[in-house]
């Protein structure tokens, strides 16, 4: 079946504006202006109505927190005490059922606001939750979206003078045995791959060296991605001066890190000589606008990084720190949060909508994702101006960022669509809040 998604309102696209020809989940052709394709045609979509912009690629989050949104004990608060308040409500028991709800949640909630590949960065296994990647892969299939899993770590806590309780955090064997068995199980080097592994430990402070050491020789066995927390805070660089006697990009590199098969979460707190080795190496930075805004953690230094060599791709970040998955918002946050940084002709609405598809993917390391071009994935996110938010918009593309577009009337994946007249197809919207929300009340209420 050949699809023309003919004659867009707009589309975030060079020599496209007569639409694009999707064939075997593909982008097949784009059709200049006027024109028709050069191919023929089995089915015509008329997208008249439609601003249309490649599918938006989240690359950090941490789905479970969807449970412990704005929790009373740690609103208001920064990161590490932020962290200090939360850990011991992470630690309880987080049962496979709520795990489930919160994924599905969570998946939910990115992909309706344009989102069609998401990574998840997850770091808690407690006892019973040990199939939180097996959980995750048949959420991502059951909603028919893209996904990074991305198996987090921790092995330090407590007891070893790190941050989180001991209940939450696994040893170096049980974590490298299982970080093999999901890559083995899901991890998918092809082109138009729906699942792929990271490995990613959850930070600095809260892994082994030995265990930042083994995770690389276990994803240069296995080709995948490495992923990390890293220059959040100004506490984090005095964290790890403390007790490593290094900055923690000294730190990474010690560990054998600074490689381009590494993109790492929120990068804020790096001098000029770090950015530049970030840089040299293609390090990925994932900017984390809303979530960094909330904690008042700084301002990630984007230009810099990206002139210096890093590709630089966006995330929401974790639900307790954002407190929503709406990766649409974030776009239009870091637009914002970088005029501050910079000005307002550095930083432009294409800028910000690149890091979130272009750049993104590079992060996750899928040159098959992430732009409108022949050859790539057909991963689209369609738009109306329908809303009163828009009414008066000149330039339609400017607008879903300056206007503040939350919810896409219609995503594609891979030529499926799964979002039709702003609604996920076979996801009950009222049933998932009411589960979700009673979910999230019983593991809060748990002792
Ligand atoms: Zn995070």
Redesign the pocket.
């Known amino acids: 079946m050949r699809v023309w998604i003919k004659d867009p309102l707009a589309i975030l696209a060079e020599g496209a504006e007569g639409g694009i020809v999707v064939h075997h989940g593909r982008i097949v052709e784009l059709v200049t202006r006027g024109g028709r394709p050069a191919g023929e045609i089995d089915q015509i979509y008329d997208a008249s109505r439609h601003v249309i912009i490649p599918g938006l690629i989240n690359t950090?989050h941490?789905f479970f927190q969807t449970l412990t949104r704005a929790h009373p004990a740690a609103i208001n608060k920064e990161l590490f005490p932020w962290l200090a308040a939360l850990y011991p409500i992470w630690g309880r028991h987080v049962t496979p059922e709520a795990f489930r709800l919160a994924t599905r949640l969570a998946l939910t909630e990115l992909l309706l606001s344009g989102c069609t590949c998401a990574s998840d960065?997850h770091y808690l296994f407690p006892p019973g939750l040990n199939e939180a990647m097996d959980i995750q892969a048949e959420e991502a299939a059951r909603l028919g979206m893209r996904m990074t899993l991305t198996r987090g770590s921790m092995n330090l806590s407590e007891k070893d003078g790190g941050l989180p309780p001991d209940s939450v955090v696994q040893d170096e064997d049980t974590i490298l045995a299982d970080c093999e068995r999901v890559l083995s199980r899901y991890h998918d080097g092809a082109e138009g791959a729906m699942l792929q592994v990271a490995l990613a430990p959850c930070a600095p402070f809260t892994v082994s060296k030995r265990l930042m050491v083994d995770t690389v020789g276990l994803a240069e066995r296995f080709n995948c991605r490495l992923h990390t927390?890293l220059g959040e805070t100004q506490d984090e660089n005095e964290y790890c001066l403390a007790h490593f006697g290094t900055r923690p990009v000294d730190y990474l590199e010690e560990c054998g890190w600074l490689t381009d098969r590494v993109w790492v979460?929120h990068g804020i707190h790096f001098n000029d000589d770090e950015v530049h080795r970030l840089g040299r190496h293609r390090v990925g930075v994932c900017h984390c606008p809303t979530s960094n805004m909330v904690l008042a953690s700084g301002q990630c230094r984007t230009r810099e990084l990206e002139a210096a060599g890093s590709p630089i791709g966006l995330g929401v970040?974790?639900s307790a720190s954002n407190d929503n998955s709406n990766l649409m918002e974030s776009v239009r946050h870091a637009l914002m949060i970088n005029r501050l940084t910079y000005d307002a002709a550095s930083i432009t609405h294409l800028d910000v909508l690149r890091w979130a598809s272009e750049g993104s993917a590079r992060c996750l390391g899928r040159d098959d994702l992430g732009a409108i071009k022949v050859g790539k994935q057909a991963d689209l996110a369609f738009y109306t101006l329908d809303e009163l938010r828009f009414s008066g918009a000149g330039d339609p593309l400017a607008a879903l960022v300056l206007c503040g577009a939350h919810r896409a009337d219609r995503v594609m994946v891979g030529g499926q669509w799964l979002v039709e007249h702003g609604d996920p197809i076979g996801i009950d919207v009222a049933k998932l809040r009411h589960d979700h929300g009673e979910a999230a009340k019983a593991f809060v209420a748990a002792l």
């Open positions: 950090h941490h960065h927390h979460a970040d974790g």
